[in-house]
């Protein structure tokens, strides 16, 4: 709780992670716990007040209780009521991943601290940052922070660092799809070494991400007049899912056709001969006391009883050796029966409809829940009468029935108020392959364009090949369902380059080496003096290559320190990087919000641990910018003191 580092409880910092739809924020990283807190992020003018408001505040005509009086004033007839569910003159301010509203951000911001906390000088805050903001964006959002919460500290953190914070690796690419942005962020041994963007909010609205799936939806079903809630309830269904990457196709995905749901509906197994006769089924025999059954009313003995022998005849007998030979046969017929019996089970099972998955079915039928809110009179009761009182009206009622001296209660004077009522409306539409063609293909074409071209334009070619092989999808905008896997499959069918290919070895000869020609023979240049090869030469191409590789690895900065040979100019490997597993809730989850986990792995290193080095406690120090250091240097002060751009 002091000014030094290390000094403050884990239950004090607050973690907030601003969205252009949802934010979510934390008080407390004791715990590496799942979003819980969500704020829209919206926020509403005040008509009357040069300020914002946090929902939708609507007047209406105060509820006469009391009969109305001719003193009463005119404004206290009215109410404000506030709706939390309407949108109604809502302004986002964070739109496309930029800050276009400042004031209505930052009342919001005061806004969440407000509602999680009421504490002000012992509460650090990490706020983490998109990769959009501008540095005057972060010195404006500084400076409120520090004089209107009057945090003792304050940590910014880039978006793609706090993804990798989360999920461990220290060499990946961040690909962040969000509600009308995408974000894709190179990081190489902790360091973002290059950035890429889709969606751009002005001066020309071009959006990417969810928003555009959700767009594409409504275009495909408005003749069956969905709105944009409905369009985005469907989507977030297990209904919409984004087929497998299919070349071959027109679509480029293997849609379902009407054959596969005919040939599920027949029956299979089922006998083309004549029908079978009616079994009869026989009524069970009547029971002993000893469980053995009885035929027309005579018991069958005691040996029927399975397990239960009589161990003194038996032996007696002298037949010892027959009786036992003779038990252990009828218990393997009754096994065999058994398995004959059991055997017969999968001809029925193969006789039923099989169920086919959402993939293989051209219709399929999806529950809207449409949320309807009302006002509702309540009746309100005013000076009800007592329950003896009631109870003496009823019975002197009774017994003087036509009696006009009978006591009769008046009906008690009722007053009604307003109330505002939500209820959950369900429709069932049925919805045939639009469900699968809303995948844009277009916007799925964009994204991978992108992630190669952010890889790709890496200067140091050294760095491309480990960001090939750690691609990681986070976002809410990546839960669709088959998304990723879809994306993945694009960019190995479009990018990768196998390493079996004479292409590795052409893009790396020197520029006096002729072309090979498809006989294995080369013409040779002008330029180029070596001998021609022969079938019992060593193939030019290989010895180019291997020439040029030993030839770089002695070259310093020109190479890994391990001397591993790359080829930087194709990616031989584009693979997806493995999510942790030792986080039970997270995995459940899903990692999608991995920049929140990050985030608070990243206030626990600001400002929990300690006991460290002097090296670990500088670079510690420069993670966060503390308000002592605020008031000497100003705002701008937030660019060296915080993990912006690692």
């Not at 006469?64 to 949108?87: L, M, P």
């Not at 009589?310 to 009828?330: H, Y």
Request: charged share 25%; hydrophobic share 35%.
């Amino acid at each position: 709780m002091a000014s030094q580092q290390g000094k403050w409880r884990d239950d004090q910092i607050l973690v907030i992670c601003p969205g252009s739809l949802t934010t979510v924020a934390h008080l407390g990283v004791h715990e590496l716990v799942v979003p819980q807190n969500r704020f829209p992020t919206r926020m509403f003018k005040d008509s009357e007040k040069d300020e914002y408001i946090p929902y939708h505040t609507y007047k209406r005509k105060r509820s006469n209780e009391s009969g109305g009086t001719d003193g009463d004033k005119a404004g206290d007839q009215w109410e404000y009521v506030e709706d939390r569910d309407s949108v109604e003159g809502a302004i986002y301010p964070i739109v496309g991943g930029r800050i276009v509203h400042m004031k209505a951000f930052l009342a919001f911001l005061d806004h969440v601290h407000n509602s999680l906390t009421t504490t002000y000088h012992i509460t650090p805050i990490l706020l983490m940052a998109s990769p959009r903001w501008t540095r005057p964006d972060c010195e404006i959002i500084t400076r409120y922070i520090f004089e209107k919460t009057k945090t003792p500290s304050l940590c910014m953190i880039h978006s793609g660092v706090a993804a990798q914070y989360g999920l461990k690796w220290s060499t990946m690419t961040v690909v962040d799809i969000g509600f009308e942005k995408v974000d894709i962020t190179c990081i190489y041994d902790y360091s973002v070494v290059n950035e890429r963007w889709l969606g751009f909010p002005s001066p020309i609205r071009d959006i990417s991400g969810g928003e555009v799936f959700t767009k594409k939806l409504m275009s495909l079903l408005k003749d069956k007049n969905f709105t944009h809630d409905m369009a985005e309830q469907l989507k977030k269904s297990p209904l919409c899912e984004v087929l497998p990457y299919a070349p071959s196709h027109k679509e480029l995905m293997e849609l379902p056709t009407d054959d596969a749901t005919s040939l599920t509906s027949q029956p299979t197994g089922a006998s083309s001969s004549g029908t079978e006769a009616p079994k009869v089924v026989e009524p069970p025999k009547p029971s002993t006391a000893f469980g053995g059954e009885t035929d027309g009313g005579v018991t069958e003995g005691k040996e029927n009883d399975e397990g239960v022998l009589d161990v003194a005849n038996i032996v007696t007998s002298g037949n010892t050796r027959e009786f036992l030979a003779k038990k252990e046969r009828e218990k393997a017929e009754k096994a065999k029966s058994k398995k004959q019996g059991k055997g017969q089970e999968p001809d029925a099972a193969a006789a039923k409809p099989t169920r086919l998955p959402n993939s293989k079915r051209k219709f399929n039928v999806f529950h809207y829940e449409e949320t309807v809110n009302e006002d509702v009179e309540v009746p309100t009761s005013k000076d009800a009468p007592k329950a003896g009182e009631v109870t003496a009206a009823a019975n002197g009622s009774s017994e003087n029935n036509g009696n006009a001296n009978g006591v009769v209660s008046e009906p008690a004077a009722t007053a009604t108020s307003t109330e505002r009522r939500t209820r959950r409306v369900r429709h069932d539409i049925e919805i045939g392959l639009e469900r699968f063609l809303f995948a844009d293909r277009m916007e799925i074409n964009r994204i991978t364009d992108s992630i190669y071209r952010a890889i790709q334009d890496i200067p140091d070619m050294y760095m491309r090949g480990p960001c090939w092989d750690n691609i990681v999808f986070v976002g809410n905008g990546s839960r669709l369902r088959g998304l990723k896997e879809n994306i993945m499959q694009t960019l190995n069918a479009r990018h990768l380059i196998s390493p079996s290919t004479a292409t590795i070895f052409t893009s790396e000869l020197p520029s006096n080496m002729a072309t090979p020609s498809g006989t294995g023979s080369q013409t040779p240049t002008g330029s180029f003096t070596g001998q021609l090869p022969t079938t019992s030469s060593v193939n030019p191409l290989l010895q180019a290559a291997t020439t040029a590789s030993l030839a770089a690895a002695q070259v310093p900065g020109s190479a890994p320190a391990d001397g591993h040979h790359f080829h930087g100019q194709t990616p031989m490997s584009i693979k997806m990087a493995a999510l942790p597993n030792y986080l039970a809730e997270w995995t459940k989850n899903g990692y999608e919000e991995a920049n929140f986990l990050g985030s608070i792995i990243a206030a626990r290193l600001a400002w929990i641990i300690h006991n460290m080095d002097a090296q670990t406690l500088e670079a510690q120090r420069t993670m966060s910018l503390s308000r002592s250091d605020y008031n000497e240097h100003g705002p701008k002060w937030i660019h060296k003191h915080s993990m912006l751009r690692c």
